[in-house]
Nanobody, 124 residues
Framework: QVQLVESGGGLVQAGGSLRLSCAASGRSISSYARGWFRQAPGKEREFVASISWTSATTYYQDSVKGRFTISRDNAKNTVFLQMNSLKPEDTAVYYC?????????????????WGQGTQVTVSS
């Protein structure tokens, strides 16, 4: 079994920054791509960013490019999402997930384990 636990969410003013962390435990953690998704009230869960298991490849949703950075520390089984220049439209519950493969993916259905989510609220 795999457990993913997110942390680092909170309330921040527009233009501020937050750093999310996702710690993983269980078997076969490091050799999989990981991703971040988010879900705002009344909306579907959407892709934010993903990273391959070697960190060689990353993908971002267009709306966060240049503001968010995904990274990982395989020695600590942890993935990070650095979020800068936050906007009110970034407000959502943020989820980390483990991909079914090594390659970074933007497709929600290619992730099989999910964390419980952490709330990010950006005030205007």
């Amino acid at each position: 079994q795999v457990q993913l636990v997110e942390s680092g969410g909170g309330l921040v003013q527009a233009g501020g920054s937050l750093r999310l962390s996702c710690a993983a435990s269980g078997r076969s953690i490091s050799s999989y791509a990981r991703g971040w998704f988010r879900q705002a009230p009344g909306k579907e869960r959407e892709f934010v960013a993903s990273i391959s298991w070697t960190s060689a490849t990353t993908y971002y949703q267009d709306s966060v490019k240049g503001r968010f950075t995904i990274s990982r520390d395989n020695a600590k089984n942890t993935v990070f999402l650095q979020m800068n220049s936050l906007k009110p439209e970034d407000t959502a519950v943020y989820y980390c997930a483990r991909s079914t493969g090594l390659i970074a993916s933007v497709r929600l259905y290619e992730y099989d384990y999910w964390g419980q989510g952490t709330q990010v609220t950006v005030s205007s």
